[in-house]
């Protein structure tokens, strides 16, 4: 079993900055990688941001590529997710998950095995 607990979200102006973290607890949190997805009003969750489990590998959305830094601290059994040059368009509310396979890296939300409550950003013009 995993607990996630995401914090960090809020109402910004487009060009400023956010920093969302997801806090862990239950399994040994270096065992499994992390994910940040997002889901806006009518869409589906889409994937944003992966980790590694040692936090050595990273990947992102084309979208966000050059303006979301995803990092984790495993000895503070968090992963974090540092926003820069906010959009309109990263309006959403955000979801970190995690990934209990012994390797790789997954991208879709299908194949996550725990999620967190999710954590309103709202981004305005």
């Known amino acids: 079993q995993v607990q996630l607990v995401e914090s960090g979200g809020g109402l910004v102006q487009a060009g400023e900055s956010l920093r969302l973290s997801c806090a862990a607890s239950?399994?040994?949190?270096?065992?499994?990688?992390m994910g940040w997805f997002r889901q806006a009003p009518g869409k589906e969750r889409e994937f944003v941001a992966a980790i590694s489990r040692s936090g050595g590998s990273t990947y992102y959305a084309d979208s966000v590529k050059g303006r979301f830094t995803i990092s984790r601290d495993n000895a503070k059994n968090t992963v974090y997710l540092q926003m820069i040059s906010l959009k309109p368009e990263d309006t959403a509310v955000y979801y970190c998950g995690a990934d209990l396979r012994l390797y790789g890296v997954q991208f879709a939300p299908g194949e996550y095995d725990y999620w967190g409550q999710g954590t309103q950003v709202t981004v305005s013009s």
């Open positions: 239950g399994r040994a949190f270096s065992t499994y990688a």
